[in-house]
């Protein structure tokens, strides 16, 4: 069975700093997704970049990357230039490949929270 | 907005008491999960419908059951409540294309049982 890890419950980073959020996993599975959603105070989860394991190269979106390494099964989501926006929940998951239409479930980490300062 | 409701937002209700809970997905997206989100236990997956037919179970409890309607709408039935079932329950959608990753997810349904 797949886990997914993240060993940091609680970060705090000052605004327009970089933070790095950490998480690892384990499968058997040569291909994959992972992903990193964010969930503020508002309770809904968001999408923030996901990344397919088949690809070698770290996904970006904006001020969010991450650093994918596949040997270590590692997924680690670094956030730049910290908005006070970002303050959240951050939610490591994995996700099988899909054998068909219909998909496959999402297994999550336990989260980080995330404290952006002024 | 992700085009996933659920209703009702919030629910309270007491110990040995059942509640349904309902979601429906995006326009035209067969995929349905349900997800319990609590102190303890974390963001777990619950039970995935497609199509109307069950797919896949997580860690879903005897109690909890639930079903996919022809027009595609889920409800998530929790019967012989316990205070441990209170959490934030979630239900997110996905189109039927293979190798399609991104799951949409509703706003919750928060659950507090007394």
């Known amino acids: 069975a797949q886990t997914v890890t993240q060993s940091q419950p609680e970060m705090s980073v000052q605004e327009a700093e970089t933070v790095t959020l950490s998480c690892t996993y384990d499968?058997?599975?040569?291909?994959?997704?992972l992903f990193w959603y964010k969930q503020p105070p508002s309770r809904q989860m968001i999408l923030v970049i996901r990344?397919?394991?088949?690809?070698?190269q770290n996904a970006t979106e904006n001020r969010f990357s991450v650093n994918f390494q596949k040997a270590a099964k590692s997924f680690s989501l670094k956030i730049s230039d910290s908005q006070l926006g970002d303050t959240a929940m951050y939610f490591c998951?994995?996700?099988?490949?899909?054998?068909?239409?219909?998909?496959?479930?999402?297994?999550f980490g336990k989260g980080t929270t995330l404290s952006v300062s002024s | 907005d992700s085009g996933v409701t659920q209703t009702p937002k919030h629910l309270i209700t007491a110990t040995g008491q059942r509640v349904t809970l309902r979601c429906s997905p995006r326009?035209?997206?067969?995929?349905v999960y349900w997800y319990q989100q609590s102190l303890d236990q974390g963001l777990q997956f619950l039970i995935h419908?497609?199509?109307?037919?069950?797919?896949a179970k997580g860690n879903i409890l005897e109690r909890f059951s639930a079903q996919q309607f022809p027009d595609l709408h889920s409800e998530l039935n929790l019967s012989s409540l316990e205070l441990g079932d209170s959490a934030l329950y979630f239900c997110?959608?996905?189109?039927?294309?293979?190798?399609?990753?991104?799951?949409?997810f509703g706003p919750g349904t928060r659950l507090t049982v007394l």
């Open positions: 998951a994995f996700m099988k490949p899909t054998p068909n239409q219909a998909g496959t479930a999402l297994i």
């Open positions: 326009s035209g997206d067969l995929s």
């Open positions: 499968t058997s599975e040569s291909n994959y997704y």
């Open positions: 419908y497609y199509n109307g037919e069950e797919r």
């Open positions: 990344q397919e394991a088949y690809k070698q």
């Open positions: 997110a959608s996905t189109p039927a294309r293979i190798s399609y990753n991104e799951q949409f």
